[in-house]
């Protein structure tokens, strides 16, 4: 058993010296790969990221007004549509309004004048 103990702890001890040299390997790469620049490389980059991200910028708002200007003309449109339902039927609705009322003022006169002249048949009766 002791000569199995051994050759786990020989295993076990190459594994982490292995994973140290891996470790460091691994470790010096992104140093290397991630270290920061000088002063003027580091101005030239963020400029030209300022200009690139400009750039991008006038192309959305250029995008968007031309978006904005489209769904303006559609809602006007709309709109206008509406406008010229509402107001055909509130004519309709006039119109329809005004026929009722000469209709019942036509009845009433006829209804009026038949009362009319029956009080005066009864009237005529009486005298």
Not at 18 to 42: I, M, N, T
Not at 65 to 87: N, Y
Not at 105 to 117: F, G, T
Request: aromatic residues 0%; negative net charge; hydrophobic residues 40%.
């Amino acid at each position: 058993m002791s000569q199995n103990t051994e050759n786990n702890n020989n295993c076990a001890g190459g594994t982490f010296v292995k994973g140290l040299v891996v470790g460091g390997l691994l470790g010096a790469a992104a140093a290397l790969l991630l270290a920061p620049k000088s002063g003027r490389e580091l101005r030239s980059d963020l400029g030209e990221k300022a200009q690139v991200v400009g750039g991008k910028t006038k192309e959305i708002a250029c995008d968007l007004g031309t978006r904005t200007s489209e769904v303006v003309k559609t809602v006007g449109a709309k709109a206008e549509a509406v406008v010229c339902g509402v107001k055909d039927a509130s004519q309709q609705l006039a119109a329809s309004v005004k026929d009722s009322v000469t209709s019942t003022a036509n009845e009433l006169k006829e209804a009026s004048a038949d009362v009319a002249e029956e009080v005066a048949a009864q009237l005529k009766e009486e005298v």
